[in-house]
């Protein structure tokens, strides 16, 4: 079998007395689309946490790539290829558009202690950002100041983030937690274009169970921190501890 | 080229590049249009304030970032050009030696500063600079013997600098060594606040406004945030040193009340904000309004007091000794009305 990507092996964190996850072990292969499911609290995004380094482990390990970055910070993932979406939003409100996604390109060329030259004035960051919003259809709000955007705008922005920094394993939480109706296709197919296109490794918290069934390649299943269920998307739906733990009353709202 | 050398960013409002105009012009030929010592010692500490304010503002306004040392960083420049003018007598060397001593200091005890408090919380590193900055003032005055204490150092600088190098005269204005000096003043004040500028507009900067904002998110796209803010505190506390070198040429005399004081500390705060953080031009205003202020309020309460010499209380209330009352007075309303700045409210519009 070849290396998987990205690997966690025990991945164990607790808080007090509380084990938030729970010896969870799984590989994810390059190209593969996971969706990571179950019912609040499960532990979603407390692993997601501990892949991307915000939290750090109590137990177990992360491996990128075959190589142990468990103890690694998080901008050091970040520059070793795990790209990271927030629930939450969480961009820099007092700065444009335009500026947030510039800032995500100048980080990845590695220009951040460049002291001297005019930032407005570098041509080819622009363009790739500009070429980002273009993408996820948000030219005209450029100049617009983050924290004056509409919240679906934000969500948008936030994976328009992600985008600019084209890790090799993308990691969405919910990314279209608290959007209308209206808006959250867009961002899943922007999320279903990267598929497609880019080829990249995507791990995805989605509550949406039709589009799990269309976009994912695998699913995996956490109920109380644990991996409850691992595998392609129409066998885990059929199993009935997840049928029970969390699609039950979820599947009614669909 | 205009844009370049405020690179890219402009006052962005008419009534803010008339007033900032106003002050470049006033500061470029003061020996000529204020003639007098005092007026010529209020421009100078104009120009030397608007760059410890600038540099503060990079780490306040930028980073996001408390320092209660910044007048320890200005005191290790002027003692700097202090002590080595005292050490190798009277010299241009000396000042270089000085100078170049001085600001390298002041990025060392910044940076070390900065690796212990910074990697933890923000607020732990302004608890070590106050900690720091009271230990660098008590061991500035218990070390009389090289410092000279309390009472300071007095020491001579090249004679070209001095009021006794003398030139002639132009549009009735004694051409001296003070006047040169003036000038050296204030170019090399234009010189690093346009460094400044530069610096805030830069990649760098942008990074530095990244981190103010969200630091958590900063780190998430791959920027190392304790790095970025160590390499803002030594850069600030390296320009701080420079216009306390500027300081000391100036007043060929350095103590601890002129440059290491917590009053001087206190005095850069209220710069900043009345100014407006985050802006860098804030330091112009910042600076020029509350040096103007401390410098001519006195006399002006006094010439008010004078003419409303006939009426109750009045008098009372512009009596000269009040006017620190008057000064906290237009602090509080500045912030009040001005909660931005006096730039932040201009370029709003509003």
């Known amino acids: 079998m070849t290396q998987p990507l990205l690997e966690s092996r025990d991945l164990t964190v607790r808080f007090g007395g509380h084990v938030a996850v729970d010896a969870v072990s799984c590989a994810f292969a390059a190209g593969e689309l996971t969706a990571i499911v179950g019912p609040n609290g499960a532990g979603k995004t407390t692993y997601f946490n501990l892949i991307s380094g915000q939290i750090a482990a109590s137990a177990g390990q992360v491996l990128l790539r075959g190589e142990d970055i468990t103890r690694q910070s998080v901008a050091r993932r970040c520059a070793g290829g795990l790209g990271r979406a927030f629930q939450l939003t969480n961009l820099f409100p007092d700065l444009t558009t335009l500026e947030n996604v510039r800032l995500v390109i100048q980080a990845r060329r590695a220009k951040g202690f460049n002291l001297l030259s005019m930032a407005a004035s570098d041509n080819d960051l622009r363009d790739a950002a500009l070429a980002v919003l273009e993408r996820v259809r948000m030219t005209a709000l450029r100049d617009t100041r983050v924290s004056e955007l509409s919240h679906g705008n934000q969500r948008k922005l936030e994976v328009a983030m992600l985008i600019a920094l084209d890790p090799a394993v993308y990691m969405f939480d919910e990314p279209t937690a608290g959007m209308s109706a209206d808006e959250a296709p867009v961002v899943l197919d922007l999320i279903a274009g990267l598929k497609a296109e880019r080829d990249r490794t995507i791990l995805l918290v989605e509550h949406k169970m039709d589009v799990i069934r269309t976009l994912a390649d695998r699913i995996i299943v956490l109920h109380n921190g644990a991996l409850a269920a691992d595998g392609p998307p129409g066998e885990v739906m059929a199993m009935e501890v997840v049928q029970e733990a969390y699609m039950g009353k979820d599947l009614a709202l669909v | ?350």
């Open chain 2, 1 to 350: 080229m205009l844009t370049r050398l405020l690179s890219g960013d402009r006052p962005r409002s008419l009534v803010l590049t008339v007033i900032l105009l106003a002050i470049l012009g006033a500061l470029a030929f003061a020996p000529f249009l204020f003639p007098g010592v005092r007026s010529l010692e209020t421009a100078a500490r104009i120009c030397i304030f608007i760059v410890l304010v600038a540099s503060y503002d990079l780490l306040l306004g930028y980073t996001g970032i408390v320092s209660f040392a910044h007048t320890m960083f200005f005191g290790l420049g002027a003692y700097g050009v202090a002590l080595a003018s005292d050490a190798m007598g009277r010299g241009w060397g000396a000042l270089a030696v000085g100078t170049v001593a001085g600001a390298l200091a002041a990025a060392v005890l910044a940076a070390v500063i900065g690796m212990f408090s910074l990697r933890v919380r923000a607020i732990f590193f302004a608890m070590i600079t106050l900690a720091v900055a009271s230990a660098v003032a008590v061991l500035v005055s218990q070390l009389s013997a090289i410092t000279g204490g309390e009472d300071g150092l007095n020491y001579s600088i090249p004679r070209e600098l001095t009021p006794a190098f003398r030139l002639g005269e132009v549009m009735g204005v004694r051409i001296n060594g003070k006047l040169l000096n003036y000038y050296l003043v204030f170019t090399c004040c234009l010189v690093l606040f346009l460094v400044l500028l530069r610096v805030v507009n830069s990649p760098f900067g942008r990074v530095l406004q990244a981190i103010r904002e969200n630091e958590f998110r900063a780190e998430a796209i791959g920027y190392r945030v304790v790095y970025y803010r160590i390499i803002a505190t030594c850069l600030s506390a390296s320009v701080a040193a420079l216009a306390g070198s500027l300081f000391a040429i100036w007043l060929r005399y350095v103590g601890p009340d002129t440059t290491l004081s917590f009053t001087i500390m206190l005095d850069i705060l209220l710069m900043v904000v009345i100014g407006g953080m985050g802006t860098i031009y804030g330091a112009v205003i910042g600076a020029a309004i509350f040096v103007l202020a401390q410098n001519y309020l006195q006399t002006l309460m006094g010439s008010a007091a004078e003419a409303t010499a006939g009426l109750p209380l009045v008098p009372d209330l512009l009596n000269p000794d009040r006017w620190l009352l008057w000064l906290g007075v237009l602090f509080i309303l500045s912030v009040y009305f001005f909660p931005t700045g006096i730039v932040g409210r201009l370029r709003t519009g509003r």
